[in-house]
Structures are given as structure tokens and as C-alpha cells.
């Protein structure tokens, strides 16, 4: 059964930065719409980044020139560069794939689902 495989995460200051990995458990020749979410505590889910290819991308606005969101053009591993950390950017953060070719923000639009990588700033 195919699955999301999530790296990275951690606890950073105010600033800071951190790098997420995200791939997909099996090698498949069937390139997957990617995306990242993030949950803090008592809040919804939320839409952080989506790529399809390289330049084909779509960010939430709070986190526009701050993160990254970027792929393995050779596979389905996505990976989410987050600089200039703010306390608010505390959360659960999910990788998530569908094998439908589209770039959305939206949790209906992806079928897969990583464990979660927690994220914590501190001010």
C-alpha cells in the first residue's frame, strides 16, 4: 500500500529555519500533485504550499517569500524550505499527494495523507 514518508520538522527560534522532506513510500512511474498542510492546536487544517512541476506552485499568502516548496523532478518527493519562522507557524505539519494532476489548497483535493511532522517556533 502506497504511503507518505515525512523528515524534518523540529523546534527552531523566532527566525529560524527548517527543511521538510516528504516522498512517496513506492517507486511508481505516475507523478503525484503534492502539497503540504499544517494544523495547530484547536484549528483547522490548513493549505500551506502545492506544486505540481517546478515553477507550477501555489502559497498560502501568510507564508508567501518565506517558504519554498520544491520537488525531485525524478520522483515524487516534495520538500518545503521554511525560512524567517514566526511563532505563529507552530504546527502539525502534513504532506499530502493525489494522483490527480492539479494544484490546490483545498484537503478534498488529496487522497494520501503523511503522518505529520510537528513544527514548533519559539518567540
Known amino acids: 500500500q502506497v504511503h507518505l514518508v515525512e523528515s524534518g520538522g523540529g523546534s527552531v527560534q523566532s527566525g529560524g529555519s527548517l527543511k521538510l522532506s516528504c516522498e512517496v513510500s513506492?517507486?511508481?512511474?505516475?507523478?503525484?500533485?503534492m502539497a503540504w498542510f499544517r494544523q495547530a492546536p484547536g484549528q483547522e487544517r490548513e493549505g500551506v504550499a502545492a506544486?505540481?512541476?517546478?515553477?507550477?506552485?501555489e502559497y498560502q499568502d501568510s507564508v508567501k517569500g518565506r517558504f519554498t516548496i520544491s520537488r525531485d523532478n525524478a520522483g515524487n518527493t516534495v520538500y518545503l524550505q521554511m525560512n524567517s519562522l514566526k511563532p505563529e507557524d507552530t504546527a502539525m505539519y502534513y504532506c499530502?499527494?493525489?494522483?490527480?494532476?492539479?494544484?490546490?489548497?483545498?484537503?478534498?483535493?488529496?487522497?494520501?495523507w503523511g503522518q505529520g511532522t510537528q513544527v514548533t517556533v519559539s518567540s
Open positions: 499530502a499527494a493525489d494522483r490527480r494532476w492539479w494544484l490546490r489548497l483545498d484537503q478534498s483535493a488529496y487522497n494520501l
Open positions: 513506492e517507486y511508481t512511474a505516475v507523478r503525484y500533485s
Open positions: 506544486i505540481l512541476n517546478a515553477g507550477t506552485t
